[in-house]
């Protein structure tokens, strides 16, 4: 416990991870806010802007709560009428509020699709009659009118927050092992009496404790500041109703997708498909620290593994073979880490064939399994993206078990790099 603490307090204590992390809290604060300064409300003709807007919304949104029904829907447009006028600056509606165009966007005539192509609503359709009844009655779960932005504004900020996080891990974990190297003091460390034992396991614990601190923070801080200006309704809510990105149910499946999940399943999932990604980013930025000899090129070389295969990803279009070579690139770098447990021997062929075997072979094995798994959601960088959620819902009718596969490969993966982290860095 001791060198624990020590280990923890000498990362903690330098100023580059200090200013970072407040800067880094700074921003997803200012992200978070831009949310909340965004929000237009028109109500009896008075438009109310930024957390007056919020305020109001919920407040009108009280009364109509519930179980949403034909009856509601007209209620709400006899009260408020349908939005109207088009803003060219920000491609939405002009004097709308969270119920009026909940109800046009879902349940009437009206869409916007661009300031050149929309319709004001003019009247209301059953709500059986819509995606979303329908959707409700092919699947047996009730339709729910609550207000329900604050787990979209949620689930952005975690993503962003994750996003500047893991770089901030990738700087304060990088120096961990690297350090003694580039200070030539690691020789005089595995001197001592706990050296080459529990003082390397200290600074793993001690890495691992602050990529996963560092996410707990992010997700208290986000859930306080949703709570505190949003509220927390809506989790219950069908996914493609909270979500901006989804505004039609996908009638796929006789409508079981991931539109019409609840809110609390895939909040569920995207908690702990970060707090993989998190955990894995920790991992990857400990063992590339035991492996490289500055901090510097340990920071360089941990960027580039995790944003590498997105980039390629991106790049690429993900079509046919070059898909199924890119998928599988996902099992290259554990596979490079697992030669650090090929032992050093005098015939140099036996030591090329067999470090080439460690990392090669995984990669072939994707390359087989690759129409049947996906092995890049597994990295850390596609384990934050909230539209995962839509293709591991859709493989998942294909294949039931490759959500928890993935989960299961992401854990695995951040073993394999801890354990090769602690194996490198004594064989240096």
Known sequence: MRLYKMELYKICSKKLFLFSALASLAILVLFFWSHVMIQESTINGVTYTGYQAVRMDREITEEFKGVFSDQKAAQIIEKYGFPYGVSEDHNVFLYRNYLNNFVMQGFSDGYFHGWEDYHV???????????????????????????????????????????????????????????????????????????????????????????????????????????CVFGLEGINCFYGQVMEEWKYINSWNNYHSAETDYMSVFIGYFLFACFLGMAEAGAISLYFSAHCKSSFHSVIVTAMSILVPLLLFMLSGVRGSLFLLLNSSALILPGIALMCFVPDHRNKAYSFTAKTVCCVLPAAAGILMGRRFLFYVALPVWLIMRNMYSNMVFWKSVYPWIQSAVFGLAAALSVIFLVCSWKKYRRL
Do not use: H
């Not at 787990?151 to 990738?170: D, H, N, P, R």
């Open 121 to 227: 609503g003019t009247c209301v359709y059953p709500v059986a009659e819509t995606e979303l009844g329908k959707a409700s009655a092919a699947t047996g779960k009730t339709l729910l009118l609550e207000y329900s932005y604050g787990w979209q504004v949620f689930t952005e900020v975690l993503q962003t927050g994750c996003v500047i996080e893991m770089a901030l891990i990738v700087l304060a974990l990088s120096p961990v092992f690297s350090e003694e190297s580039y200070n030539n003091t690691r020789q005089i460390l595995f001197t001592t009496k706990e050296g080459k034992t529990k003082d390397v396991i200290a600074k793993i614990a001690a890495g691992m404790t602050i990529a996963i601190g560092v996410y707990a923070v992010i997700v208290i801080l986000d859930f306080v500041l949703v709570w």
